[in-house]
């Protein structure tokens, strides 16, 4: 340790912790900024990544070909870190500077095609080459700095620069995620990570003049004259570890890319399961320089080592596969142990932390140690400090091949399991080649142990390594069930460039899924019940048709089974249907659908582009009548981007005058706040608005920047179109208008209440959210209640009509929109008659109910009796008056035969005449009479029809015009009416004091 500064040397490693954090920050948030423009399909995420490690390289050969001859090497150091942290705080205003120049200029200058395309590209890389060369240059910098500090230490020091740096990394991917993001959003983080450089710099600067002014130490000053053979000798040593170094950064890749894809289909495709697979794998790189840190002094043969480090790496990776083909299981008991709340997810956040780290960390670990270890074996053979950024910069050339071929050859050609035991085998082959042709001293016992551990393992792995295809696409994520339901047979299973797709099938119902997330399932044969994914598909390519009086050309987002194209293609009216889908193998796996999305393969009108939504818009001028967007839930990494603000006046240059933009959304495993955010971004560029409940999951939405106009049936008669919309209970157009749920007037009343911000791009909320909400199992459950609500809560505020069964309407849909009606029809004919065996199964509880009213109305009703009498009343009101439309009340709340009105006591002629305004939608009368009941009525009457009178007068109140006496009765008369507990009343009540804030 003679001559050692420990204090200058542990402020350097500092330094350099603090530059990994920010440089994955960097990583993490400009892939999130340019799939923005570039999309997230695989050519997309490969170009990224090539950029970044493409600047990185030559950042790295800069130095080598340079930094030689700097005389400051930690001063060049501080430099470039300030330089980078300027560029970080730039970034944002520059990056939406960018995307505007290009929107407004230069695409509708260049058309369509090749020429936006590489517009997209050049000027993607542009952005952020720039900071990647010089964050590629600080790795070679800090090591000659450091070295020259202390020359007798090189693999103490290659090694601890390398632990410092990757550690930082592993932290700053989960602090990008974790904390920077859901705090200040990507503008926030990048700027953060801007500003860190800075200080890094600014004490780099301070420390450079005590570090810079040590001498040159003979160890890295030029090596002495060298016959040429040994001249000769040495270059081929020199290209044998470059190209070594070369050959591990692209098996690494390989297996990083594989282990990502592979655990998607465990831990689900989110930001927060990459984030802690990418900090698993760093943190295996961190430790095993580290571990080369601690032992370097005892190392004689670098190349030794490292010989063994590949061989033991690719026998590591190949352990790997059996390890993960166990991880649905821990999934499994993961989700059926934990409690399903936030403390939950943060236990299930940790599980998948761990399990990451036992699928990656041993490979990575020993990936770890071969960049310190082959600079070291250059170092002391002479080559000087150019060898660190060679080393350095061929090792990320590496890298970027190795994204290229997991990607695009490997992964689509053999599979998963397969492109990672490939690189495994690559790895042991060049471990032995090092420890047979270049290493001095290999010690026999550990050279044939490692031999019998290759042949032992790779049998092993390749038979236990294949997780069952049942639990590839069991979700268990999501399901906490290991394997798919007994009796399901998998059909299809294909490892896609971006995604894994399987298709199952149990008896007649086929389900096609993603990373183990279904996407869409229905049944083969049309003679049995469909499934409630089968009207949404169906009103999603219906649309439309019923929307747009003339929808030539339609574009539709997101393939997924294919039968919402195969619907649009069966009307004649659409000359170009263009879907759009980012995985080739979902469109080869919804082929099984077979005849029921025929059309969308057959119809020479339809015509496939495997491209991302973004991509694709942008390079062209396009404009469309409608656009269908159905892409998956926004909680998949990347998806939440097409539910932006940005995303949805992107769509909205791209249809026409009068189009419209249908857009699929869903209630489940989502809050009512995140669902409020993503509809907070269409309503603020679609002025016109028409919300749909096709079933209690998902929600259609119409959108568009001219008013919509009234929807026809979209399918001629008796037309195949028109049998299968039937079998959906879309028969005919009033059909259609019993699922509607609101206008835009409704979604702007419950942002309003919920308070949520406007989806935006660089603010990833839904992202961030979605997965705790998935996982918490919640459900967004307001407009539900709207929908439900025994009081014409809709009908009053947004001039919704109820359905009548007399239009036409069919009813044999199960979902409440049609069940409700249907319900309510037969209630009001029960209480006319008194006849209740229409009364379907599970409302049998109202039968005693109308028996009791009828009862207790055919005459005065005893004092004995009035709670009684309220009680039944207030369970027939809510099941009547607001699914029963006014026309159709005569007999029931209007002139009703059954009630005589003579000699009622005064609490029951006031909540008769409260129910009877009501049905008569009478908004005066509606607002006297729940006044004057709820002044009659005391606490100790039953606390539902209290509630009944007080939302009743509220409504009273909205309908004649007087918000603000909607505002005091709640204030006022509602201190005495607690919310019954399972009641939505709560809800509704504030929904009507948001409503009169408007």
Do not use: C
Request: proline share 5%; no cysteine.
């Amino acid at each position: 340790m003679t001559g050692r500064v420990l204090g200058l040397e542990r402020t350097l490693l500092a330094l350099f912790v603090a530059s990994g954090f920010a440089g994955l920050i960097y990583q993490a948030i400009w892939s999130h900024y340019l799939g923005l423009t570039l999309g997230h399909a695989a050519y997309a995420q490969t170009l990224v990544l090539g950029i970044f490690m493409g600047g990185m390289a030559l950042g790295a050969w800069l130095v080598s070909r340079r930094g030689a001859n700097w005389k400051r090497l930690v001063f060049a150091y501080a430099v470039v870190e300030i330089i980078i942290g300027v560029a970080g705080l730039l970034f944002h205003p520059i990056f939406v500077a960018y995307t505007g120049f290009s929107l407004e200029v230069v695409y509708p200058a260049l058309g369509e095609g090749g020429a936006v395309r590489a517009w997209q590209w050049g000027s993607a890389a542009f952005l952020i080459a720039p900071q990647s060369i010089l964050l590629g240059m600080t790795f070679p910098l800090m090591s000659g700095g450091y070295l020259r500090v202390a020359p007798e230490a090189d693999g103490e020091i290659l090694g601890g620069l390398y632990f410092s740096n990757s550690l930082g990394a592993a932290f700053g991917a989960l602090a990008a995620t974790f904390l920077l993001l859901p705090a200040v959003g990507m503008p926030g983080t990048v700027a953060v990570a801007g500003a860190l450089n800075l200080l890094v710099g600014v004490v780099a600067w301070m420390v450079s003049r005590r570090a810079d002014l040590r001498p040159v130490p003979t160890s890295v000053a030029p090596a002495p004259i060298r016959t040429e053979a040994e001249a000769a000798e040495d270059k081929d040593f020199l290209r044998f570890i470059l190209l070594a170094a070369m050959i591990t950064g692209a098996s690494s890749f390989v297996y990083e890319i594989g282990w990502v894809r592979m655990l998607n289909q465990a831990l689900g495709t989110t930001i927060h399961s990459f984030e802690l697979m990418l900090a698993a794998f760093i943190l295996g790189l961190a430790f095993g320089g580290l571990w080369i840190r601690r032992r370097s002094a005892r190392i004689k043969d670098a190349l030794a080592y490292a010989g063994f480090a590949q061989l033991w790496m690719g026998v590591a990776a190949l352990v790997s596969l059996p390890i993960f083909a166990q991880s649905f299981r821990w999934v499994g008991g993961l989700m059926a142990w934990l409690p399903k709340t936030d403390d939950g997810y943060s236990l299930f956040s940790f599980g998948s932390a761990l399990i990451s780290l036992a699928v990656m960390f041993p490979a990575a670990f020993f990936a770890g140690m071969t960049l310190p270890l082959f600079t070291m074996a250059l170092l002391r053979r002479g080559a000087g400090e150019s060898s660190i950024g060679k080393v350095y910069a061929a090792n990320t050339l590496g890298a970027i091949l190795g994204v290229a071929l997991a990607v695009h050859l490997l992964i689509p050609a053999l599979g998963l399991h397969l492109a990672v035991t490939v690189a495994a085998l690559v790895d042991i082959g060049l471990g032995f080649v090092i420890l047979k042709k270049y290493a001095d001293d290999v010690p026999a016992k550990p050279y044939f142990a490692g031999a019998a551990a290759a042949l032992l393992v790779l049998p092993l792995s390749l038979v236990l390594g294949r997780a069952s295809p049942e639990a590839l696409a069991s979700g268990v994520f999501r399901t906490g069930s290991s394997e798919l339901q007994e009796g399901a047979q998998v059909r299809f299973l294909r490892d896609g460039k971006t995604a894994t797709v399987a298709v199952y099938q149990q008896g007649n119902a086929a389900t096609i899924a993603t990373n183990g997330k279904p996407d869409a399932a229905m049944q083969l044969d049309l003679g049995q019940p469909p499934s409630d994914d089968e009207i949404t598909m169906l009103m999603l390519g219906a649309m439309p048709l019923a929307a747009h009086p003339n929808p030539e050309r339609i574009a539709i987002i997101g393939w997924g089974s294919g039968l919402s194209t195969h619907t649009v293609l069966g009307s004649g009216k659409p000359l170009q249907v263009d879907s759009i889908e980012i995985e080739r193998a979902m469109y080869d796996g919804a082929m099984l659908f077979g005849p029921r999305v025929e059309r969308a393969y057959r119809d020479p009108r339809s015509r496939l582009h495997i491209d991302d939504a973004r991509t694709f818009f942008s390079t062209g001028s396009r404009r469309y009548d409608v656009i269908v967007s159905e892409p998956s839930n926004p909680w998949v990494s990347g998806v939440a981007s097409l539910f932006t603000r940005q995303f949805y006046a992107f769509l909205g240059n791209h249809l026409k005058d009068d189009g419209i933009l249908v857009q699929w959304i869903h209630t489940y495993e989502l809050s009512d706040p995140l669902l409020m955010t993503m509809l907070a971004a269409l309503s603020a560029e679609y002025p016109y608005i028409e919300m749909y409940r096709p079933n209690y999951g998902d929600l259609v939405l119409l959108a568009s920047r001219s008013p919509i106009p009234s929807l026809s049936y979209p399918a001629a008669e008796g037309s195949p179109l028109q049998r299968e919309l039937a079998r959906v209970g879309l028969a005919n157009a009033a059909d259609f208008g019993v699922y509607r749920l609101g206008s835009k007037a409704v979604i702007d009343n419950l942002v309003r209440l919920s308070g949520a911000e406007v989806h935006d791009d660089f603010h990833p909320t839904v992202s961030l959210q979605a997965p705790r909400a998935r996982f918490r199992e919640d459900s967004a459950i307001w407009l539900h209640s709207l929908a439900k609500s025994g009081l014409p809560v809709l009908e009053v505020t947004d001039d919704w009509r109820v359905p009548r069964l007399s239009s036409g309407m069919s009813t044999a849909g199960n979902d409440d929109m049609v069940r409700l009606p249907v319900v309510a029809s037969r209630l009001a004919e029960a209480v006319r008659s008194g006849e209740t065996s229409a009364i379907s199964a599970e409302y049998q509880a109202l039968s005693a109910q109308v028996t009791v009213l009828r009862q207790l109305s055919s005459r005065p009703v005893a004092a004995a009796d009035i709670d009684n009498w309220l009680v039944a009343a207030t369970n027939i009101a809510e099941h009547s008056l607001a699914h029963l439309a006014f026309e159709d009340q005569g007999g029931m709340w209007l002139e009703p035969a059954w009630f005589v009105a003579e000699g009622q006591p005064e609490e029951v002629a006031a909540v008769m005449a409260a129910y009877q305004a009501t049905a008569a939608r009478d908004p005066e009368a509606m607002l006297e009479a729940g006044r004057r009941a709820l002044g009659l009525l005391g606490v100790e009457r039953p606390l539902a029809t209290r509630e009944h009178m007080l939302v009743i007068a509220m409504l009273g109140a909205h309908g004649s015009g007087d918000p603000a006496e909607a505002v005091r009765l709640d204030r006022e008369e509602g201190r005495l009416v607690p919310v019954l507990p399972g009641s939505d009343y709560g809800f509704i009540r504030a929904y009507l004091l948001a409503w009169a804030d408007r």
